[in-house]
């Protein structure tokens, strides 16, 4: 090490070694963290889900426990219409998903598909949905009970 004060590393400055900046989770002003990868993929994988899964949901917004606030926004979706809470309903239906699985597919998609934006959205109403499992019918969607207002 040298005893010219122009060659020492600043003691007060952090520097992050390479191999720990994959690790980093980037914050705003802060160093940045590894870049997103979305796969190709994604696409493919939700549509599939959603093909596979698109009779399980148009029976489920048929059935009449389902949500009556439920149905209109995913009927949109598979319809063609961009609506998070269709899309969520369709995910949380079709994949028997909710936020809190470490199933990508549908964030992925979305992402890919629709934008930052959608997905985001869609995803935070995934956070309010569940689907139960009737014997006799299928799943059923509602809001989580810790959701409804009041």
Known sequence: MSDDPATRPDEDALTIPSAWK????????????????????????????????????????????????????TRSYLDGTLDPLGAAVAAVVSAGIDAWSDDIRFVDGWTFTHGVAFAACAFTEMATLYARFERTSGRVASRSPSSSPG
């Not at 940045?32 to 994604?42: F, T, V």
């Open 22 to 73: 994959r690790q980093i989770h980037p914050r705003r002003g802060g160093t940045p963290g590894p870049k997103i990868k979305l796969g190709a993929g994604a696409r493919k994988a939700m549509r599939a889900c959603l093909a596979n899964g698109r009779g399980e949901v148009e029976r489920a917004i048929a059935d009449p426990r389902t949500d009556p606030d439920l149905v209109a926004p």
